[in-house]
């Protein structure tokens, strides 16, 4: 049985391969003339980016890009050195204060960035080696943080090289100390600024570069409010103050100008706020937390299943965020099926289970899980998932005993549970049968796809079925419907490619069953257009590259799979606002940029400046706004997809070019298409 250290990343240190000797040292090869070209390409052709300069050029290496998500990834790097050092057990608050201009402050009351020369750069102090040098930090030697979240060594760095200006005061030892920066490079020296009394940490306010990542981008209250607050449940040690300017709150009461986090609960209350009123399967949650001795690692997590709602995984390490998932996750799910198969077996249950996959048990399940574990690994420097592997055989170590216990210990929610499990198995199976779902009817309630909010009204004539671009977009969509009439079923991030994809690959995608379930009308020689479960189905995607290559693969998905349902005038394209113009009490949406200044030269014509907000996605829209603009019969524009016969056949081919599994294709279709690419039609 492994040990506690082995399960937390601990273990015998590995032995280095010794050094080979230097190869001698080779003459340069004589230059070869008459290659074209050649003598134009020399050693002085070859860049070389020294300090922060790479970051600058290429933002998207180190934060993803340079959209809204990214420029919130800089205060995610800032909250997180804090958030380190109160996990160390050396900071008991955090400070978060937003300003007009989008000056964002963080405090901690830690250890304070060190100021002494460093030993390798003696004529500069370690806080500006640390701001202005990557991969610099206190998080290589295991010596100084026991788990941290940044361990590339290249956040707060890349936050200076991003922003116009960067201020950091310093406390430790009584002493104040001083610097600041400008898009990365120091503007002043390190000062000594007087001696403190009663403080001690580090302050960083920095403004990020609209050079870097426009003018019209900005921070948003709401966001940063619920990224502080979830920080504060991941540490129940740990209490965050949030200020915010209350001139920036005006569009959202939901944000409070100042607010205390503070939940000792950690997970278990997290979870219940996000279940607040919901029906769950058992009365109380799944939850608890294991910590190796010394607070070298951890596994905490809180798990509840949901009667009639949509579940959800959220995960997270050492305190990051983890949206893609990962190893911690594949843990989690491992546990909790084998932990309830081995309960099944010890009831004498064991054949109601033995169809039972974690998507089964998944489904309506809403978790948490929280793993601190050192020196984690994970996918791009934005952490969205993580990839060590021993996180899956801590976090299913830890989580089997429990469930095992909880689940023994809880016989009566134990049943509701398996009882729950099994009847999403047999439903499942049942679909797969039949390959069909029927439209609910008033003696028997059935489970649609678990992510559908469906429609009450029971005519296909007057019904339509929004598919939505993510669950954040898709909660939003849920909130502007009309309930009667409009069905909302969010898919998560880009479908499969069926026009490359093999057969199996696509009996297996779930997101596509789920579509098809949803539909009711089968596909391909056994489509049923009469069995259409609504008259309109509506593809709904942001207005950005990726939202139009999501609605293209959907389209490729109708087109190969439903072809009769386009010929019939069914399928749509929803046609969301772009910007946002306001002028006093006037407001008008523009759907691109033509139709922005036709608005601002006809509609706009009084006195008073136009106020310009620009959407970055249909979940960064108010629900009243996405009805207003998208969903509303009366007032939205929607694009009817259609196929004129005599085009059947060019379109089939097109579709095979751009959409197949020949890339030798598409390449060809860019380059007979290079010369109509036009900068601007690029700038989106």
Request: net charge neutral.
């Given at each position: 049985?492994?040990?506690?250290?082995?399960?937390?990343?601990?273990?015998?240190?590995?032995?280095?391969?010794?050094?080979?000797?230097?190869?001698p040292?080779?003459?340069?090869?004589e230059?070869?003339?008459?290659?074209?070209?050649?003598?134009?390409?020399?050693?002085?052709?070859i860049e070389?980016?020294?300090?922060?300069?790479?970051?600058?050029?290429?933002p998207?290496?180190?934060?993803?890009?340079?959209?809204?998500?990214?420029?919130?990834?800089?205060f995610?790097?800032?909250?997180?050195?804090?958030?380190?050092?109160?996990?160390?057990?050396?900071?008991?608050?955090?400070?978060?204060?937003?300003?007009?201009?989008?000056?964002?402050?963080?405090?901690?009351?830690?250890?304070?960035?060190?100021?002494?020369?460093h030993?390798?750069?003696?004529?500069?102090?370690?806080?500006?080696?640390?701001?202005?040098?990557?991969?610099?930090?206190?998080?290589?030697?295991?010596?100084?943080?026991?788990?941290?979240?940044?361990?590339?060594?290249?956040?707060?760095?890349?936050?200076?090289?991003?922003?116009?200006?960067?201020?950091?005061?310093?406390?430790?030892?009584?002493?104040?100390?001083?610097?600041?920066?400008?898009?990365?490079?120091?503007?002043?020296?390190?000062?000594?600024?007087?001696?403190?009394?009663?403080r001690?940490?580090?302050?960083?306010?920095?403004?990020?570069?609209?050079?870097?990542?426009?003018?019209?981008?900005?921070?948003?209250?709401?966001?940063?409010?619920?990224?502080?607050?979830?920080?504060a449940?991941?540490?129940?040690?740990?209490?965050i103050?949030?200020?915010?300017?209350?001139?920036?709150?005006?569009?959202?009461?939901s944000?409070?100008?100042?607010?205390?986090?503070?939940?000792?609960?950690?997970?278990?209350?997290?979870?219940?706020?996000?279940?607040?009123?919901?029906?769950?399967?058992?009365?109380?949650?799944?939850?608890?937390?294991?910590?190796?001795?010394?607070?070298?690692?951890?596994?905490?997590?809180?798990?509840?299943?949901?009667?009639?709602?949509?579940?959800?995984?959220?995960?997270?390490?050492?305190?990051?965020?983890?949206?893609?998932?990962?190893?911690?996750?594949?843990?989690?799910?491992?546990?909790?099926l084998?932990?309830?198969?081995?309960?099944?077996?010890?009831?004498?249950?064991?054949?109601?289970?033995?169809s039972?996959t974690?998507?089964?048990?998944?489904?309506?399940?809403?978790?948490?899980?929280?793993?601190?574990?050192?020196?984690?690994?994970?996918?791009?420097?934005?952490?969205?998932r993580?990839?060590?592997?021993?996180?899956?055989?801590?976090?299913?170590?830890?989580?089997?005993?429990?469930?095992?216990?909880?689940?023994?210990?809880?016989?009566t929610?134990?049943?509701?549970?398996?009882?729950?499990?099994?009847?999403?198995?047999?439903?499942?199976?049942?679909?797969k049968?039949?390959?069909?779902?029927?439209?609910?009817?008033?003696?028997?309630?059935l489970?649609?796809?678990g992510?559908?909010?469906?429609?009450?009204?029971n005519?296909?004539?007057?019904?339509?079925?929004?598919?939505?671009e993510?669950?954040?977009?898709?909660?939003s969509a849920?909130?502007?419907?009309?309930?009667?009439?409009?069905a909302?079923?969010?898919?998560?991030?880009?479908?499969?490619?069926?026009?490359?994809?093999?057969?199996?690959?696509?009996?297996?995608?779930?997101?596509?069953?789920?579509?098809?379930?949803?539909?009711?009308?089968?596909?391909?020689?056994?489509?049923?257009?009469?069995?259409?479960?609504?008259?309109?189905?509506?593809?709904?995607?942001?207005?950005?590259?990726?939202?139009?290559?999501?609605?293209?693969?959907?389209?490729?998905?109708?087109?190969?799979q439903?072809?009769?349902?386009?010929?019939?005038?069914?399928?749509y394209?929803?046609?969301p606002?772009?910007?946002?113009?306001?002028?006093?009490?006037?407001?008008?949406?523009?759907?691109?940029?033509?139709?922005?200044?036709?608005?601002?030269k006809?509609?706009?014509?009084?006195?008073?400046?136009?106020?310009?907000?620009?959407?970055?996605?249909l979940?960064?829209?108010?629900?009243?706004?996405?009805?207003?603009?998208?969903?509303?019969?009366?007032?939205?524009?929607?694009?009817?997809?259609?196929?004129?016969?005599?085009?059947?056949?060019?379109?089939?081919?097109?579709?095979?070019r751009?959409?197949g599994n020949?890339?030798?294709?598409?390449?060809?279709?860019i380059?007979?298409?290079?010369?109509?690419?036009?900068?601007?039609?690029?700038?989106?």
């Open positions: 049985m492994a040990s506690n250290d082995d399960l937390f990343g601990g273990g015998a240190a590995r032995k280095l391969p010794l050094a080979k000797a230097p190869a040292a080779r003459k340069a090869p230059p070869v003339h008459g290659t074209p070209g050649e003598a134009g390409y020399t050693a002085s052709s070389v980016l020294e300090g922060l300069e790479p970051v600058r050029r290429r998207g290496m180190y934060i993803g890009g340079t959209d809204e998500a990214a420029l919130h990834h800089l995610a790097e800032v909250l997180d050195n804090s958030m380190d050092e109160a996990v160390a057990g050396h900071a008991t608050w955090i400070e978060v204060v937003l300003e007009p201009d989008d000056w964002l402050t963080v405090t901690d009351n830690g250890r304070g960035i060190p100021i002494d020369p030993p390798k750069f003696p004529k500069k102090s370690a806080l500006e080696v640390i701001m202005t040098t990557l991969h610099a930090g206190g998080k290589f030697d295991s010596g100084a943080y026991q788990t941290s979240g940044g361990l590339h060594g290249v956040g707060v760095s890349v936050v200076n090289a991003l922003s116009a200006r960067l201020d950091v005061e310093v406390a430790r030892g009584q002493q104040l100390y001083a610097q600041s920066f400008e898009r990365g490079a120091p503007v002043t020296k390190l000062k000594e600024m007087g001696r403190v009394h009663n001690r940490g580090t302050r960083l306010r920095f403004q990020p570069d609209p050079q870097i990542f426009g003018a019209g981008a900005h921070f948003k209250p709401a966001r940063l409010f619920r990224m502080a607050r979830s920080k449940y991941l540490f129940g040690g740990v209490e103050r949030w200020k915010c300017d209350p001139s920036l709150l005006k569009e959202d009461s944000v409070l100008p100042e607010a205390v986090f503070r939940f000792p609960g950690g997970l278990r209350d997290y979870l219940a706020s996000d279940i607040e009123g919901k029906d769950t399967v058992a009365e109380s949650a799944f939850f608890g937390k294991v910590e190796k001795p010394g607070g070298h690692g951890s596994v905490e997590w809180a798990v509840s299943w949901l009667s009639d709602d949509d579940g959800f995984v959220h995960s997270y390490c050492n305190t990051i965020p983890t949206p893609d998932g990962g190893t911690h996750e594949a843990g989690l799910r491992i546990a909790l084998r932990a309830l198969k081995d309960h099944a077996e010890r009831i004498g249950q064991t054949k109601r289970v033995a039972v974690t998507d089964d048990l998944m489904s309506g399940c809403a978790a948490l899980i929280s793993v601190f574990i050192r020196e984690p690994e994970f996918q791009g420097q934005n952490k969205g993580l990839m060590s592997s021993e996180a899956t055989r801590v976090v299913d170590s830890v989580l089997r005993d429990a469930f095992d216990h909880w689940l023994a210990g809880s016989p929610q134990a049943g509701k549970l398996l009882d729950f499990v099994v009847e999403r198995c047999e439903e499942r199976l049942r679909r049968a039949e390959k069909d779902v029927a439209r609910k009817t008033p003696g028997r309630k489970r649609l796809p992510k559908l909010a469906d429609c009450s009204s005519s296909p004539e007057t019904t339509e079925l929004f598919i939505v993510g669950d954040s977009a898709g909660g849920k909130q502007a419907r009309d309930r009667a009439t409009q909302i079923l969010p898919l998560r991030g880009k479908i499969l490619n069926v026009a490359s994809a093999t057969r199996d690959k696509l009996a297996s995608n779930q997101q596509l069953n789920d579509l098809v379930q949803a539909l009711g009308a089968g596909t391909g020689a056994q489509f049923r257009e009469n069995d259409l479960r609504y008259g309109k189905i509506i593809v709904m995607t942001d207005a950005d590259v990726d939202g139009a290559h999501i609605a293209s693969l959907l389209i490729t998905f109708f087109w190969r439903m072809p009769k349902m386009i010929e019939g005038g069914r399928l394209l929803a046609v606002p772009l910007y946002k113009l306001t002028q006093g009490a006037k407001t008008a949406y523009a759907r691109d940029d033509a139709h922005r200044a036709e608005l601002m006809a509609f706009f014509t009084g006195k008073g400046k136009v106020e310009v907000s620009r959407f970055k996605g979940g960064e829209m108010l629900p009243a706004q996405l009805k207003e603009t998208t969903m509303h019969p009366g007032k939205r524009t929607l694009l009817r997809v259609a196929v004129l016969p005599e085009d059947r056949e060019a379109t089939a081919d097109s579709v095979e751009l959409m020949k890339p030798e294709a598409r390449f060809a279709f380059q007979e298409r290079a010369k109509f690419a036009t900068t601007e039609a690029l700038d989106i």
